[in-house]
């Protein structure tokens, strides 16, 4: 790790947290600390499952249950058990609890308005610009990737999000039925393997790795929409060749369809090169292979994958 980059995150970080001065413990003039208000602003005005509101700001348990208490002592929440599941519980806000989030909301504003004040046309435009880039790689820092069994339900969210986006997208459709990998059960060890991104504690993204003798093959890769700009599939590209390379595969495969021009720009830039036909997906108009792990010379899948076929890729 660069210590330059270092030193700049570490004044970056100062800046910040003076300027927006969460370093008051009445933060924005409120007589709370700013993880009080915070809290209280996350809650809004639907009310808050306590356990995705814990996973939304990466706060633990015990943490979130103090803020909470304080701020039922001074009656601005409620938290109640679920009737169905007491284990569950639901914070909302009060009618007091309402008023003083349409406070903290304005002075909110109030305060970005101060930030931009000084500054003129253009360089409001730059910050607000940087601003965006920020927030969003900052975001990509807070994405999990885990290995699950695809019979997780969040991993049938994925897959059936994946499903979904490819019957729009493919000009034929989409029926995994026909698809090589039907049931999902070549990617579950021995056999391979099935990783899935979170983002919050939300599924955001999946991809699967097959592993027959000799070779990796990529499966089933997908990317939510509001996620897309987070560099999720290279970080999945990068997890599942290492975890090929862990298993000693030397080449890394994927097919795809034609329609799915992002994904085969993203396979390219990482190093796959197109090859003839080493499947017979019925969906696949592109086939691409990597070698990994230092692999070289001649005579590998490459060579060995059958000829007069377009190459494929996988259906990210």
């Given at each position: 790790m660069d210590a330059a980059q270092i030193g700049q995150v570490r004044r970056f970080n100062r800046t910040v947290?003076?300027?927006?001065?969460?370093?008051?413990d009445h933060y924005l003039g409120?007589?709370?600390?700013?993880?009080?208000?915070r809290l209280l602003w996350e809650i809004g005005g639907q009310g808050q499952d306590v356990r995705r509101l814990r996973e939304r700001l990466g706060l633990d348990s015990g943490y979130v249950s103090r803020l909470?208490?304080?701020?039922?002592?001074?009656?601005l929440v409620t938290v109640e058990p679920q009737p169905g599941d007491r284990r569950v519980r639901t914070v909302r806000l009060t009618e007091a609890g309402r008023a003083e989030h349409a406070v903290l909301d304005g002075r909110s504003d109030e305060l970005a308005g101060s930030l931009l004040a000084p500054l003129n046309t253009a360089q409001r435009a730059r910050l607000v610009a940087a601003m965006a880039e920020v927030d969003r790689l900052l975001t990509a820092t807070t994405v999990t990737l885990d290995v699950v069994d695809p019979g997780h339900p969040d991993a049938r969210l994925c897959l059936r999000s994946y499903v979904t986006e490819m019957r729009e997208r493919f000009e034929t459709g989409f029926d995994p039925a026909r698809s090589l990998l039907?049931?999902?059960?070549?990617?579950?060890?021995?056999?391979?393997?099935?990783?899935?991104?979170?983002?919050?504690g939300e599924?955001?993204?999946?991809?699967?790795l097959k592993l027959p003798p000799g070779t990796a093959e990529i499966k089933r890769m997908w990317v939510a929409p509001h996620a897309r700009r987070l560099g999720l599939g290279r970080r999945l590209l990068a997890e599942l060749e290492?975890?090929?390379?862990?298993?000693?595969?030397?080449?890394?495969?994927?097919?795809?369809?034609?329609?799915?021009g992002d994904a085969i720009a993203l396979y390219r830039s990482y190093g796959f090169e197109e090859v003839p036909a080493f499947n017979d997906e019925p969906y696949a108009h592109h086939w691409f292979?990597?070698?990994?792990?230092g692999a070289r010379g001649s005579g590998g899948a490459r060579d060995r994958a059958p000829s007069g076929r377009?190459?494929?890729r996988s259906l990210s």
């Open positions: 947290t003076e300027r927006v001065g969460v370093l008051h409120l007589d709370r600390p700013v993880g009080e208000a909470l208490r304080s701020l039922e002592a001074d009656g039907p049931d999902a059960g070549g990617l579950r060890a021995p056999d391979g393997l099935f990783l899935v991104a979170r983002l919050h599924p955001v993204a999946c991809a699967g290492a975890r090929a390379v862990g298993h000693g595969r030397g080449v890394l495969r994927l097919d795809t369809n034609k329609v799915l292979e990597k070698r990994i792990g377009p190459a494929k």
